[in-house]
């Protein structure tokens, strides 16, 4: 399977610990985003790379947040000194923008529940 | 600012009835794409559809069907003779097309849940 790959599929940590997610995207996108979900509502921007560069960090994204593509491949997600409230879906996709190429793959996400 | 609305939270039919899923968006871009996506319990968003903003045709896809009217900015999914399979969350989406270094990053509306009953 070539889809967006993300692992793991579910995180449970203490409150104050740090997680990392990764994600895989298809192999030749250029893009990678990452959103995150909570119960109820559509995905919200967090971030997004063109290549390794990151090219824009939503006000979303606290200090306590980092993202690296640090080869342009894959994608690291870390939250520091987790809270409560960063209990969501965290979900990655990809995509091939040039020129028209622009919908977006999605991986199956990275639930995180932070207890 | 970009937003869209799905004022819809959640349907319920019979199989074999159609559903229309409403879409109103709202962008100062004059170029963007409009997006509907599918979340099944899985979780994993299954692309649906892309439109362009010039491009006003209606689109029918086997049981699938959108209407796009720019006059009202909305871009409305209808589907035919529902089946139990199509239960899932319907997102609808947004993203400016400003050449290959805009963010294109998607804006989406908070989901419509569709139950089909059997």
């Known amino acids: 399977d070539t889809g967006v790959s993300q692992n793991p599929r579910h995180k449970i940590t203490k409150r104050g610990q740090n997680v990392t997610f990764r994600c895989d995207p298809i192999?030749?996108?250029?893009?990678l985003y990452w959103y995150r979900q909570t119960l109820g509502q559509g995905p919200e921007f967090l971030t997004y790379?063109?290549?390794?560069?990151?090219?824009?960090k939503s006000r979303l994204l606290s200090d306590r947040f980092s993202a690296e593509r640090p080869k342009g491949s894959f994608s690291t997600l870390e939250i520091q000194r987790t809270e409560q409230g960063d209990s969501a879906m965290y979900l990655c996709?990809?995509?091939?923008?040039?020129?028209?190429?622009?919908?977006?793959?999605f991986g199956q996400g990275t639930r995180l529940t932070v207890v | 600012a970009q937003k869209v609305t799905q004022a819809q939270t959640e349907i319920s039919v019979v199989e074999k009835e159609d559903v229309t899923l409403d879409c109103v968006y709202e962008?100062?871009?004059?170029?963007?794409?409009l997006f509907w996506y599918k979340q099944p319990p899985s979780g994993e968003l299954v692309f649906l559809i892309r439109?362009?903003?010039?491009?006003?045709q209606n689109e029918i896809s086997g049981r699938y069907s959108w209407n796009f009217q720019k006059s009202t900015s909305s871009f409305n999914f209808t589907i035919t003779a529902s089946q139990v399979v199509d239960s899932a969350v319907y997102l609808c989406?947004?993203?400016?097309?400003?050449?290959?270094?805009?963010?294109?990053?998607?804006?989406f509306g908070s989901g419509t849940r569709l139950q089909v009953q059997p």
């Open positions: 996709a990809s995509s091939l923008t040039r020129g028209e190429n622009t919908e977006a793959f």
């Open positions: 192999s030749e996108h250029n893009r």
């Open positions: 790379f063109q290549n390794e560069a990151q090219l824009e």
């Open positions: 962008t100062r871009d004059t170029t963007y794409y």
């Open positions: 439109r362009n903003s010039f491009d006003e």
């Open positions: 989406a947004l993203s400016e097309a400003r050449g290959d270094t805009g963010r294109r990053a998607l804006t």
